[in-house]
């Protein structure tokens, strides 16, 4: 393998740079000629990384401070309420035990204006699932259902407003499938329109599916829906809800969210309807 020889000229040139360098050193020490210059660079260094950092770290730093904070306050904003709907349906359900008997009247009225001749059981609200209505997909009540001996499974129950949903267990305290809950499937009609709602696993709001192709026209925000009496558990033509908020989920279909007209607390009595 050959080896580079350094020529006479390339010597030379060392030799120079070397002598240059002891001088300046030698000048800098005794004399402190550059002393300026190097203060001016370490100045120049240090101003840069200052406003490197004001410029790009302390944004970011500012940035993930404050969202951290919004994220905070908006869980506690979350938590809080949770706890104030919580204690607000305790004290309902308690304040509203001495008018059980007031409201037998409304139910009344409201069965009369729908034309609804099946004979009714009045009942009371003895318990609201409230962390499950409030944050998850199961929406169930319980309620004392008073002077009848008779099998409840399956009917229907209603407050002043509407249908609040159907009995699933227990005869006179029974377990009551609210129509907001996910497994909860109600047959409803508008027009031409019909589609089977299922529970959206939030309060007030059940949802539609359908297929654009098979509808000729399209639903729109606020139009009304009715109970289909299809299935056999609700009566026919009772005012479900309205038309809220229509989105696209897919191509050709469509998805839209109805607001109940009944909420299952605007009453601590209800009406359990025998079964059709």
């Known amino acids: 393998m050959s080896r580079v020889v350094p020529t006479s000229g390339s010597k030379l040139l060392y030799f120079f ?4 360098s002891g001088l300046f050193l030698y000048i800098d020490l005794n004399h402190k ?7 001016f660079y370490q100045s120049f260094v240090i101003s840069s990384k200052y406003l490197v950092k004001r410029a790009t770290v302390e ?3 500012f940035l993930y401070e ?8 908006i869980n506690e904003n979350k938590k809080l309420k949770l706890e104030l709907d919580k204690s607000y349906i305790s004290n309902f359900i308690i304040s509203n035990d001495s008018k059980f008997f007031a409201d037998d009247e409304a139910i009344k009225n409201f069965l009369k204006l729908n034309n609804i001749e099946e004979v009714f059981y009045l009942a009371k609200l003895q318990y609201f699932d409230t962390e499950m209505y409030l944050c998850c997909s199961k929406h169930r ?4 259902t008073y002077n009848s ?3 409840l499974i399956g009917s ?3 407050n002043k407003d509407g249908i609040i949903g159907q009995i699933i267990y227990g005869n006179s305290f029974s377990e009551v499938l609210l129509l907001t809950d996910i497994d909860h499937v109600l047959p409803i009609v508008s027009g031409e329109h ?4 299922r529970g959206s696993g939030k309060p007030e709001t059940i949802i539609c599916k359908y297929n654009n192709k098979l509808w000729q026209q399209k639903v729109v925000i606020g139009q009304n829906f009715y109970s289909s009496g299809m299935g056999g558990v609700y009566p026919k033509g009772i005012l479900i809800g309205k038309v809220k908020e229509i989105r696209e989920v897919e191509e050709n279909f469509t998805e839209f969210e109805i607001n109940l007209i009944s909420n299952p607390l605007a009453s601590n009595v209800v009406g359990v309807l025998e079964s059709l």
């Not at 000629?33 to 203060?39: A, P, Q, R, T, V």
């Open 17 to 20: 740079f070397v002598c240059i």
């Open 33 to 39: 000629s550059f002393e300026g210059i190097k203060n």
């Open 59 to 61: 944004p970011i730093i």
């Open 66 to 73: 404050v969202t951290k904070d919004k994220s905070d306050l």
């Open 141 to 144: 009540a319980f309620i004392q």
């Open 149 to 151: 001996n008779n099998d």
């Open 156 to 158: 229907p129950v209603v």
């Open 194 to 197: 019909f589609c089977n709602a």
